[in-house]
């Protein structure tokens, strides 16, 4: 089987490529784009690190088809830059040391974002769900907890 051709947006950027069927979307992200801040954990969907937001919901881009993506506004974490500053959701990652050893940053980054967007004061509870998605094999969770309630503008 051919190669099939998909018009997307990125990052705020359109492009239209042409992409293997079998390919997934962190796949193409990765080796076409080479936008590689998104990462491979697990390739099953069951760690999070791999996690974008496509058309305002948040997805584990390795179960996700490419050419599902055709007519999709995809944001990875590479996105969230403004003019070159961070987001509040990465400074705060930043700021409260939730960044551990950094795999599953950029997929926990991408789930505070998409847990925000929907409920901007989130409680521990909303942050614990909000989260559950995502996998760090590094701490107990409680700086990440910390950067989620810092990007919301509240103590922990």
């Given amino acids: 089987m051919g190669k099939v051709n998909i018009s997307f947006t990125i990052n705020g950027s ?7 069927p079998q390919w997934t979307l962190l796949e193409m992200v990765r080796e076409q784009l080479h936008l590689t801040g998104t990462k491979e954990g697990c390739g099953t969907g069951d760690c999070g690190a791999c996690s974008m937001i496509v058309d305002g919901r948040l997805i584990t881009s390795c179960c996700m088809l490419a050419p599902q993506a055709d007519g999709s ?7 969230l830059l403004a003019n070159g500053d961070l987001h509040p959701v990465q ?3 930043i700021e409260t040391g939730g ?6 940053t ?8 998409a847990l925000l967007d929907r409920t901007p004061k989130p409680t521990l509870d909303d942050i614990r769900e909000g989260l559950a998605g995502n ?3 590094c701490t107990g969770y409680t700086k990440i ?3 989620v309630m810092t990007a919301s503008g509240q103590e922990i």
């Avoid at 950029?106 to 974002?113: D, R």
């Fill in 145 to 147: 907890y910390e950067a």
């Fill in 91 to 93: 400074q705060a990652f």
């Fill in 14 to 20: 359109s492009h239209q490529i042409d992409v293997e």
């Fill in 106 to 113: 950029p997929g926990m980054i991408m789930a505070t974002k």
């Fill in 73 to 79: 506004d995809v944001t990875t974490v590479e996105g």
């Fill in 99 to 104: 960044v551990q050893c950094g795999f599953c």
């Fill in 135 to 137: 996998l760090c094999r």
